[in-house]
């Protein structure tokens, strides 16, 4: 076991079971992200420059292609209703895949200049959809989407109301918004930057944010920096702790910011989502793979 976790606070060994083992489910991407979870008996993922969707079935540990071409598609979660909400890159928008697979737009302008990319996105128990919004799919030479001229002044994070139709700038104050979740109790949101991408003195953080009257937020300070490398995607679990990317490993926060332990990976990681039937495999996309680890804990 040594080899598969590094250990900085007893409360990481209580989040393993004896059986606690990284495995390989899939592997041949170029840049897998966006895991989810799929309660039907899947995960679904984005292979971004290969410009698909992934499909591992856990009856039988088969692969198949789930959507290709997929207009690049990156971080993916389900609504309320268990719909695929998704972030593409290629659309500039974030979608949503209705029961009969017909992909509809959710968002896709803030007061009708279109957003850079769409990366990451989460659904809060109201059936608002929260995401952020930075230039990797429109960038010059890009390889993860369609090289365009930016419309909006900057990168920023969003609060879509499918209610109303209305979409309302959140944050304003991240180079590179990108991974977004929420406390359990949903009174925090997080945001991972990965501004240091192009520009070495952006510090390389997950911000929290206070959520006020369950749809703006305010108070924003640095929740922990990582080390090697970014947080890209990240998750809570029932515990409260975070599990978030970054180069190496799976890294576990406390509320207080404490690091636990790493979960360490052989390849760099960009995101993670909790799932199977009891909630307590994490499934990780890491470059060219997908991995899962069973734990003694659940995702929220
Ligand atoms: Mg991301």
Not at 113 to 135: C, E, H, Q, R
Not at 147 to 172: K, Q
Not at 189 to 204: I, K, N, Q
Request: proline fraction near 6%.
């Amino acid at each position: 076991m040594s080899d598969s976790f590094e250990i900085f606070d007893d409360r990481f060994r209580a989040l393993l079971r004896p059986d606690s083992r990284l495995e390989k489910l899939a592997d041949g991407c170029i840049w897998a992200e966006g895991p989810v979870y799929v309660p039907a008996g899947y995960v679904v993922w984005s292979d971004i420059p290969n410009n698909r969707m992934l499909r591992w079935n856990e009856s039988d540990g088969s692969v198949e292609t789930f959507r290709q071409p997929a207009n690049y598609t990156n971080g993916n979660t389900l609504d309320r209703q268990g719909r695929l909400i998704t972030c593409e890159h290629g659309g500039r928008r974030v979608s949503r895949t209705e029961p009969d697979g017909t992909v509809v737009t959710v968002a896709d302008n803030y007061q009708g200049k279109k957003f850079n990319s769409p990366n990451d996105v989460v659904v809060k128990s109201d059936g608002t959809i929260w995401f952020t919004d930075p230039p990797y799919g429109i960038l010059p030479g890009t390889k993860e989407g369609y090289a365009s001229e930016p419309d909006l002044d900057g990168c920023y994070v969003f609060r879509h109301d499918p209610a109303s139709g209305e979409t309302t700038l959140l944050i304003d104050d991240m180079v590179k918004p990108n991974g977004i979740a929420f406390s359990p109790d949903e009174q925090r949101l997080y945001v991972a930057d990965t501004g240091a991408s192009h520009d070495p003195t952006v510090e390389r953080v997950i911000r929290v944010y206070d959520v006020v009257d369950g749809k703006s937020v305010t108070n924003g300070r640095v929740f922990c920096h990582i080390d090697p490398g970014m947080a890209d995607g990240f998750r809570f679990d029932q515990n409260g702790y975070l599990y978030t990317s970054s180069a190496d490993s799976i890294q576990v926060y406390t509320e207080d910011g404490t690091r636990l332990g790493k979960i360490l990976v052989p390849e760099k990681i960009a995101n993670c989502a909790f799932g199977g039937p009891d909630k307590n495999r994490l499934f990780i996309t890491a470059s060219s793979s997908l991995y899962v680890i069973d734990l003694n804990t659940r995702g929220i």
